[in-house]
Structure formats: structure tokens, C-alpha cells
């Protein structure tokens, strides 16, 4: 057991992040310490680090990684920074300079590789130039929908397989939820910007109930889905029809998100998905008939049994089939799901491999026109890398920069929603999550229902 002892910091708790990405959680301690050390505390495995006393927390953190690095020979390419949005850090810094000074400024300030920090540079500029408007003046909102046609083995969202009653059962509470939220809404004068629904995969509703879901949302908050952005993620291809796609293209609906994750039928076998690739191609000409302005679409880096050509052959495909945005995962296993159930340390595995899948889908998704336009990093990611979402120029989606922003009050409804409320003079978020389980969530509804007026404090 390695024992880190941290001079002159209160918390531990990056540092402990930082070190989770270099060893195995149960083998290390981090100890956040104050004073000389011990001689009798320093054992073999036992470190002293920050010896000096400094007070710059980011140079104690480049030492800690220093140490880290010597001890297991890696050299993590995200260097110190161990936060779920790394462009946080990097935009501030824009504030006060120009885009290809921060790419210099992060290098040095977090020991990152040259190419993540140009990457970072890359998703800075097309915000800086395409993403205007102040966020806080307007609200986005997301809605859960927590079924699925079988659950994947990496799954650890609110997500079930449920018969169709319990679908309806669900439906109807959260459509009392939606006139709820609308209602509050309307009284305080709230503007929606974005709108998403996702889960779980929302199209596991049938059509009718699809056309009741969207038709209760434009009812309660007085809007025209066609006149902003609303997606909704259609993204397990056995759950699409052409009567559901057709029910989302008349009422308004700009965006959906087909999620192959990976092309290769032994790979859906394996994470357990009940449909082929060949599903995946059909779902796609059924919604470029049905004529939608954008589709996402996701892959994943790091699935089981994938080397470098299977992630290549899964992302020309989905190149070649026009997806205007394009979502590359890194697989993150985290607790709850199957895959870290049979090899809890599966996320230590590939990371070369999946390092060079993210390479291979810069150098590709680049040269075919696209460009990085948002990023966002998980807990137990295979190699502690990233995910990005990459569009053709001017089809972004304005949720999910707001939701890595995290200065845009979020309004949560349905099961495993997790809305935030933000508050711009303080430059602060307040979470309010609704229960993730379904059954729970009709259960306590007058509770989820009565959260709703947290929003309005
Ligand atoms: S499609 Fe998504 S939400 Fe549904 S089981 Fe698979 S990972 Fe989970």
C-alpha cells in the first residue's frame, strides 16, 4: 500500500482523484498532512510531497503527478487535471487571452500532452465563434425516459426493460409532471432554449405515446417544437419505426440520436444489444427519408474484444452514412453495470489501444469536415481519456454545451433526471434530482412533483 503524505493542503480529494488514475484504488492512501515529516511516518512505500510548504495548489498537484509518473512509468496525456469538464479551465483562461495562448498556458499550468491541449484549443475556438448568447437568461430541459429494449453490459443509467403497461403507468405521471413544470414555468416568465429527451431510449414508447409526450410539452410550456432545438434520442435502431420517426418529424422534431456505439455484430452481442448493424443502417434510412436535420450519432472506444480497425470500420460507416454529429465515447465501466461486475478493473485495460481509437477519430472525423465542439470526461474511463462530440460545422447542439457549461439553470423531469439550478450572481449550481428508479419515481410523485418548485426559489 503506497501511503502519500500532502504538505499544507486542507483536502485530499484531487489528489486522491489524480492518483486513482495512475494506481488501483485499494493500494494507495492519500493523507492530507500539515508540518515537517515524520521520520517514523515514511515507510518504503510512504512519500512526502510538497516539502516546501508552497501554497500554489497546481504546483503541488505537477509534483504529486511527478511522483505518480515515476513510481508507474505513465504519463497520463490529461497531466494534473482530473475534473469531469475539462473546458472549464481552459475557456476562463480565454477570457483574459487568446485561444493559442491558453493552449500554451494549460500545457504548463496541468503537464497536459501537446495534443489534448490543442484539442481543447480546437472545442474553445468553435464555442468562442459559433455559441453566442448569455446562458442564464434562458432555461433547457431534460426529460427521462428510463426504458430500453434489453440493457447494455456497460449500462449504469436509469434504465429497465419493462412490459408496456408499466411504460403507460410511467407516462402518465410524467405528463402531470410536465403541466406541472409548465405551469411554474409560465408563472415566472421562463424561456426555454433547448429541450432533450433522453433515458434510457425514449423511443421505446410507442408512436401514440411518443405523440402525447412532445404534444404535452409544447401544451404546458406554450412552445413550437420546430422553433427551437429539441432532440430526442431514438437511440437503440430496435426501437425505431417509420411511424415513430414520422410522429417526431410532424410535431416539430429537428434532432435525433441514433447510438450504434459500435457497427460489428459480435460487439452488439456481446454488450448485449438485440439487433445487428444491419438494424443500425436500416434506423438510419428510415430517418434520413424521414428528412431530420441532424442525427448524432454515438460510438464507443474500448468495447470488449475491439482493436483499432473495428473502431475505424464503425466510425467510416458512420462517416459515410452523413451522421452530422458524432459522438466518440471512451468506455467508462462504472459501478452497477455488468462489465465491472465480472472484471472490476476493466477500465485499467487498453488504455493504448484506446488512446490511439481517439487519435485515429481526430485524424478522421477532421479530414471528412468536422469539428470538436464539446468534451466532457467520466469517472472510471479506460485510461482516464475523454469523450467528444464532434459536428459538421453549424449543427451542434446547444444542449450539450450547456450542460457542460454548467451556467444554465437545467430543469429535470421524469425518472433519473438530474436538474440544477443556477445562480448567476453567485456563479453557483444547485442540483434537484428526481428519483432514478420508475417505480420509485410514481411512487413518491407528489414529492417529485412539489421538487419541481425548487426551480423557482
Ligand atoms: S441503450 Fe443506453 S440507457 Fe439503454 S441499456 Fe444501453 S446504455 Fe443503458
Redesign the pocket.
Known amino acids: 500500500m503506497y501511503r502519500f503524505y500532502i504538505n499544507n493542503i486542507d483536502d485530499d480529494y484531487h489528489f486522491m482523484e489524480l492518483a486513482r488514475v495512475f494506481l488501483p484504488d485499494d493500494s494507495f492512501e492519500t493523507i492530507a498532512y500539515g508540518g515537517r515529516p515524520v521520520a517514523h511516518l515514511l515507510g518504503s512505500d510512504s512519500y512526502f510531497v510538497n516539502e516546501k510548504g508552497s501554497n500554489d495548489r497546481e504546483k503541488i498537484k505537477r509534483e504529486f503527478y511527478e511522483l505518480l509518473s515515476g513510481i508507474t512509468g505513465m504519463r497520463p496525456p490529461w497531466g494534473t487535471l482530473t475534473g469531469v469538464r475539462p473546458l472549464k479551465p481552459a475557456l476562463e483562461i480565454c477570457r483574459e487571452s487568446s485561444v493559442d495562448e491558453m493552449e500554451r498556458i494549460i500545457k504548463d499550468r496541468y503537464l497536459m500532452s501537446a495534443p489534448k491541449a490543442s484539442l481543447l484549443a480546437d472545442i474553445a475556438d468553435y464555442q468562442i465563434r459559433n455559441v453566442t448568447g448569455v446562458p442564464w437568461e434562458k432555461v433547457s430541459m431534460y426529460i427521462g425516459i428510463p426504458f430500453?429494449p434489453t440493457?447494455?453490459a456497460?449500462?449504469s443509467?436509469a434504465?429497465n426493460v419493462a412490459p408496456a403497461e408499466e411504460h403507460e403507468v410511467y407516462l402518465k405521471n410524467l405528463l402531470k409532471e410536465i403541466s406541472y413544470a409548465g405551469r411554474l414555468a409560465e408563472e415566472n416568465r421562463t424561456e426555454l432554449e433547448s429541450i432533450y429527451i433522453g433515458?434510457?431510449?425514449p423511443t421505446t414508447l410507442s408512436s401514440a405515446q411518443l405523440d402525447r409526450l412532445i404534444g404535452s410539452v409544447s401544451d404546458a410550456f406554450s412552445i413550437d417544437p420546430a422553433a427551437l432545438e429539441f432532440t430526442v434520442e431514438a437511440?437503440?435502431p430496435d426501437t425505431i419505426t417509420k411511424e415513430k420517426l414520422d410522429t417526431l418529424k410532424r410535431l416539430g422534431i429537428s434532432r435525433i440520436s441514433i447510438n450504434p456505439q459500435s457497427m460489428k455484430d459480435r460487439t452488439l452481442k456481446l454488450i448485449g444489444r438485440d439487433h445487428s448493424a444491419d438494424d443500425i443502417r436500416e434506423g438510419f434510412r428510415i430517418a434520413r427519408e424521414t428528412g431530420f436535420d441532424v442525427i448524432n450519432a454515438d460510438l464507443i472506444a474500448g468495447l470488449p474484444e475491439e482493436n483499432e480497425d473495428d473502431f475505424e470500420a464503425s466510425l467510416r460507416e458512420m462517416i459515410d452514412l452523413g451522421a452530422e454529429n458524432i459522438t466518440v465515447h471512451t468506455l467508462s465501466v462504472k459501478r452497477g453495470s455488468r462489465l465491472r461486475e465480472n472484471d472490476p478493473a476493466y477500465f485499467r485495460h487498453n488504455a493504448e489501444t484506446v488512446s490511439n481509437m481517439l487519435d485515429l477519430s481526430r485524424e478522421m472525423l477532421s479530414a471528412a469536415g468536422y469539428r470538436p465542439y464539446y468534451i466532457y470526461r467520466q469517472k472510471h474511463q479506460i485510461g482516464a481519456l475523454e469523450n467528444v462530440g464532434w459536428c459538421l460545422p453549424g449543427k451542434h447542439s446547444i444542449y450539450n454545451i450547456r450542460i457542460m457549461e454548467d451556467r444554465q439553470t437545467i430543469i429535470g423531469l421524469g425518472a433519473g433526471a438530474v436538474g440544477k439550478v443556477y445562480h448567476p450572481d453567485e456563479d453557483r449550481l444547485e442540483r434537484i434530482a428526481n428519483v432514478s428508479n420508475y417505480k420509485i419515481y410514481s411512487e413518491r410523485f407528489d414529492e417529485m412533483i412539489s421538487r419541481k418548485n425548487e426551480y423557482y426559489k
Request: aromatic content about 16%; some cysteine; glycine content about 24%.
Open positions: 430500453c440493457r447494455c456497460y449500462c443509467f434504465s433515458g434510457g431510449t437511440g437503440r
